[in-house]
């Protein structure tokens, strides 16, 4: 069973999201809220698998929300999946740099919002190949970050070459397939280097790769 917390300042957006979930079979809305405050005690006291987090919110914002989570040890297995009206933007951005897994945009199509759910519950990064080309393009003019570096010492070779991967967009089963490997052992790749990378998931492992210039956008 996928355990979901909604929070979001708006009444109705939460309802139309528990409606859609609450007929699922493998689905339960285990809490609401509607603010990030106590959409943080709420991910504290329930420990849901997914935190459904709307980005713009009175007092605390989904990304200072994000940032709460993601920064509790004892929420490590929350997966924070920003909500947002507009699509990827700076604040989306910030987001993931603060430890969200993705982010849906409010229009999204009621069985893709649902896949989206299952996808992100599995521990995978809601990052389109598009996204991801938008999340390399904020990189441009950007200077490296040296501290994101920590542990880039650490990676074997082929740790190195999946975290190349992961960074351009690619699922585990495309990982494995140009590594010439089993799904299973792009998968272990990914997470040991998501382990000494101190990366949260993959989407915080996609914006090391760039801070650090392991990737760059136009090579590796």
């Given at each position: 069973?996928?355990?979901?917390?909604?929070?979001?300042?708006?009444?109705?957006?939460?309802?139309?999201?528990?409606?859609?979930?609450?007929?699922?079979?493998?689905?339960?809305?285990?809490?609401?809220?509607?603010?990030?405050?106590?959409?943080?005690?709420?991910?504290?006291?329930?420990?849901?698998?997914?935190?459904?987090?709307?980005?713009?919110?009175?007092?605390?914002?989904?990304i200072e929300a994000t940032r709460r989570?993601?920064?509790?040890?004892?929420?490590?297995?929350?997966?924070?999946?920003?909500?947002?009206?507009?699509?990827?933007?700076?604040?989306?951005?910030?987001?993931?740099?603060?430890?969200?897994?993705?982010?849906?945009?409010?229009?999204?199509?009621?069985?893709?919002?649902?896949?989206?759910?299952?996808?992100?519950?599995?521990?995978?990064?809601?990052?389109?190949?598009?996204?991801?080309?938008?999340?390399?393009?904020?990189?441009?003019?950007?200077?490296?970050?040296?501290?994101?570096?920590?542990?880039?010492?650490?990676?074997?070779?082929?740790?190195?070459?999946?975290?190349?991967?992961?960074?351009?967009?690619?699922?585990?089963?495309?990982?494995?397939?140009?590594?010439?490997?089993?799904?299973?052992?792009?998968?272990?790749?990914?997470?040991?280097?998501?382990?000494?990378?101190?990366?949260?998931?993959?989407?915080?492992?996609?914006?090391?790769?760039?801070?650090?210039?392991?990737?760059?956008?136009?090579?590796?």
């Amino acid at each position: 069973m996928i355990r979901v917390l909604l929070v979001d300042d708006q009444p109705l957006i939460r309802s139309g999201f528990r409606a859609l979930l609450d007929v699922e079979d493998d689905i339960e809305v285990v809490a609401e809220a509607g603010d990030g405050a106590a959409g943080v005690a709420l991910a504290r006291e329930h420990l849901p698998d997914i935190a459904l987090v709307d980005i713009s919110m009175p007092l605390v914002d989904g990304i200072e929300a994000t940032r709460r989570i993601a920064s509790d040890p004892a929420l490590a297995a929350v997966h924070v999946v920003i909500l947002t009206n507009y699509g990827f933007d700076e604040h989306v951005f910030h987001a993931l740099r603060a430890g969200a897994a993705g982010f849906l945009v409010k229009d999204i199509q009621p069985e893709d919002f649902l896949h989206a759910v299952r996808v992100a519950a599995r521990g995978e990064a809601l990052l389109a190949p598009s996204i991801t080309r938008r999340l390399i393009d904020r990189f441009v003019s950007r200077p490296l970050d040296p501290g994101a570096g920590t542990g880039l010492a650490e990676l074997t070779n082929r740790e190195r070459e999946a975290v190349v991967l992961v960074a351009r967009g690619l699922s585990n089963d495309e990982v494995a397939e140009q590594m010439v490997i089993s799904p299973l052992t792009a998968k272990t790749h990914v997470n040991r280097a998501m382990t000494k990378l101190r990366a949260r998931d993959r989407a915080q492992l996609v914006v090391l790769a760039y801070e650090s210039g392991l990737v760059t956008p136009h090579g590796s």
